[in-house]
């Protein structure tokens, strides 16, 4: 009977979730290192099928190369939803590039360095990563508001991700050294496919992305002047030329809509109100979303496009974190009865 290793399963389903993510894919500038990071994952995945499922040993020189790609990537992916310009990241592609160049010369001159070397790009990246997202889901500027705090959390998964593949690869060096390699197999073969697995799917992730029940309470408490002058410059944007039911609205620009720096935004919004800008903007559309709900016979769906949303499962967790009910509970205690 034929054989079929593990990761070459773990291959097939993320080159499914590839062309998924092409096909989905709408946006004029599509976040290029996340898919590519895609891309890598499974060929990574193949080679370890072949090397581990067939014996291959030919792939021992390739896969440490390809292996040394998938951090700058992940980098690079979040870099996109974060820096104003793509040239941030694509201006330091040779920077970027290093890693891969250092892998090759250590795989012809020295194999024994290859573990720790690559041990140190994925941990650097991973604190990279967690560098950048330190302010939070605001730090995604370039990520749409509806799905700022998923994305967020899937690029925390994915420094995660990348936290795990240094450990296993730490974890099968020792094996080698000490108990000549016993474990390698199991740990390369289920905990290097889990990181893969981990980076693939929260990259996918983020790269999508984008009182209480009689009355909503938004208004802000500013605790400075310059707070209180931002909010509100914010708040007439809101509910004067309602910005928030553009779907594709993210803090940059909103800042350039309001002619404030989107640091200063972000600031200003977690001081007056505790929470981050996406928070903010989406009680604007739900406090909508709730007033069409009982003032009119529009479809769920109709309004959730309405006010700003893309996706149900967005609009009916901020619904909930807002109301604690759901759309349609809503409406059944706010319309008017006949």
Known sequence: MLFIPFPFVVAILLLVLFVTMVRREDEASPNLPFLALILISAFQSLLSGLRWGYGVHGVMYVAPVVAATVPPLAYGGVSRLVRRSRRSWLSRIGLHALPAAVIIVL???????????????????????????????????????????????????????????????????????????????????????????????????????????????????????????TIAMVQALMETKHIYRDANLNLERLARKVGIPARQISGAINRATANNVSQYVNEYRIVEACRLLAESEKSVTEIMFDVGFQTKSNFNREFRRVTDMTPLEWRERKAPQS
């Open 107 to 229: 795989v012809a001159a020295w194999r024994d360095a290859i573990d720790v070397a690559l041990v140190l790009i994925f941990v650097g990246y991973a604190a990279a990563i967690l560098f950048l997202m330190r302010p939070g889901a605001d730090a995604l500027r370039l990520a749409p508001f509806e799905g700022a705090v998923s994305a967020y959390r899937a690029i925390i998964f994915t420094a995660v991700g990348l936290l795990l593949s240094a450990a296993v690869d730490t974890f099968v060096f020792l094996d080698l050294a000490w108990a000549d390699g016993e474990r390698a197999v199991t740990v390369i073969t289920f905990g290097n496919l889990a990181a893969l697995l981990i980076l693939a799917v929260a990259a996918a992730a983020a790269s999508r992305s984008r009182t209480p029940v009689e009355t909503i309470d938004i208004a802000p408490k500013p605790e400075t002047a310059e707070d209180k002058q």
